[in-house]
């Protein structure tokens, strides 16, 4: 157990996209691409407002903005097939200090987990190009759930995967809806922002905010030296 400002943490999980990788641009991007190729005009803002959401949440932010004919399906599934197609030829592009804080936590024996809403198809292959994939003890993604995040459903399976109380564990989170999910399981959330600053009401769920992986490692070490 790790004692860190009053926190005791047992275990650690990691959110994926825009927490781990630095994918989220990469699917904003690639949706626009998507959206080009049939004739449709994808905001950037509005995707971006998206950021940690559910699949749901985004069919429907699309639908309302597009409309009903707005073909959802068909380009969510390019999206995928030219996210595929990037990751053929281009490393996953890692989030500035992960792999030292892994190394930190490893060298603290504390377990690890991956609670992403992506599902698994798309997580294993990334985790292994990654080179991480065995690091974690779990991996819980979102096919794998009845309801993603902001549900706690998540935090809570994961902290029973890894054998601690929810409130011994530590959540790192990029997103509004990961937070919220980690404060409902009574995790302990930190947010490292991605794409969105938290807003107030994240603000007051999160126990820290840190600008980077890089950051929180340093308040992890502090903590383990003194200890």
């Known amino acids: ?28 991007e690639l949706w626009r691409v998507a959206g080009a190729e049939s004739g449709w005009n994808l905001s950037l803002e509005l995707l971006t407002s ?44 890692l989030k500035p200090g992960l792999l030292e804080l892994i190394d930190v936590l490893e ?28 690091r974690f003890a779990s991996i819980l993604c979102g096919d ?21 109380a929810p409130g011994n564990l530590l959540v790192l989170e990029d997103s509004w809806a990961g937070i919220a999910a980690a404060y409902a399981a009574g995790a302990i959330p930190v947010m490292v922002p991605d794409l969105l600053a938290p807003d107030e009401v994240t603000l007051g769920r999160a126990a820290r905010v840190f600008k980077s992986l890089g950051e929180a490692r340093e308040w992890l070490a502090r903590a383990a030296i003194a200890s």
Not at 2 to 21: K, P, Q, R, T, Y
Not at 66 to 80: K, N, Q, S, T, V
Not at 115 to 134: C, D, H, M, N, Q
């Open 1 to 28: 157990m790790l004692s860190v400002d009053g926190f005791a943490i047992e275990a650690v999980a990691f959110d994926m996209d825009g927490l781990m990788f630095d994918t989220e641009r990469l699917a904003n």
């Open 50 to 93: 998206l950021a940690g959401q559910p699949e749901s949440s985004d069919r429907r932010a699309l639908l309302e903005a597009h409309g009903e004919a707005f073909p959802y399906d068909a380009l969510r599934a390019r999206r995928i097939a030219l996210e595929a197609d990037y990751f053929l030829s281009h490393e996953v592009p």
């Open 107 to 134: 060298a603290m024996r504390i377990p690890m987990a991956v609670a992403t809403s992506t599902a698994r198809y798309r997580v294993v292959p990334l985790l292994e190009k990654a080179g991480i994939f065995e």
């Open 144 to 164: 794998e759930v009845k309801k993603v995040k902001p549900d706690p459903e998540m935090y809570l399976k994961t902290a029973a995967r890894l054998g601690v």
